[in-house]
């Protein structure tokens, strides 16, 4: 099955997200996976849901991998065995306002901390592709950030803001990273772990007196809703966040408070 994926270019966080959530499987009932009939997987989702409380997506996941299993690995018919996916949540991101971002980012004083907040929150990148962005990925020409390895193996182009810049090359002079952007202070070449990345985020946040509850991926949300208020088209934003379909990214649409006194109708442009 790890092959399977590879040949197929999945990720390797993909591919251990699946391979484990098959392990869990095995585990759950004793049986090798391929043993497993469809009504008990689907007795396993319901411990899952019901039992562990586990997210939708990661209910997606468990679907996701017993398909690759079946179809890919076990040559089975998978539409005789189609496991119907659970209906998403319908929940609004947390976004923060701009003074909360200013907030946040102004009284972080360690400056690797405070590069990868005003990075994070000026490029609308995800957790994950900050880990990720090396050096060479800042193009201060073009004022642009290229996110190499995105979400799906999708590269894109992205904002680079001044001042974000500003605080990457006042950080590159102090602690010179070998490879990636920002990396752990004991290991050069290692780039910062997820968990520490989020908790730099909610430091900043309890500094700040910002009582929401946020994680790294707030800023996401709030670049993204802060650039539709500002007039930028959806369809750019959707560029800029890398979102395949333009539907994920029509959600900011539900939060972002357009002045309507800025609009006026197409009629008043015209010589009548």
Known sequence: MVREMQIRNYSERTIKTYVSS?????????????????????GFLYHRINIDKVSVAAINQDISAFKIMQQDIL?????????KRPR?????????????VCRMISITKNIKHRALLALAYSSGVRREELRTLKPENIDPERMCVHV???????????????????????????????????????????????????????????????????????????????????????????????????KTTSVYLHIANIDLSRVSSPLDDMDI
């Open 148 to 246: 190499v390895q995105g979400k799906g193996k999708k590269a894109r182009y992205t904002l680079l803001s001044q001042k974000a810049l500003d605080l990457l090359r006042i950080y590159y002079r102090i602690e010179k990273p070998e490879c990636f952007l920002f990396e752990t202070s004991l290991q050069k070449g290692k780039s910062l772990a997820a968990e520490t990345i989020n908790k730099i985020a909610k430091n900043a946040a309890r500094k700040a007196n910002v009582k929401k509850k946020i994680s790294i991926h707030t800023l996401r949300h709030s670049f993204a809703t802060h650039l539709l208020e500002k007039g930028v088209n959806l369809r750019v934003i959707q560029q800029f966040l890398g979102h395949s379909s333009l």
């Open 75 to 83: 040559g089975r018919n998978w539409e005789q065995i189609r496991i």
């Open 88 to 100: 998403r949540e319908s929940k609004l991101p947390v976004v923060l306002s701009l003074d909360e």
């Open 22 to 42: 098959l392990s869990k499987l095995a585990k759950f009932f004793n049986l090798p996976p391929d043993q497993i009939s469809t009504d008990q997987f689907k």
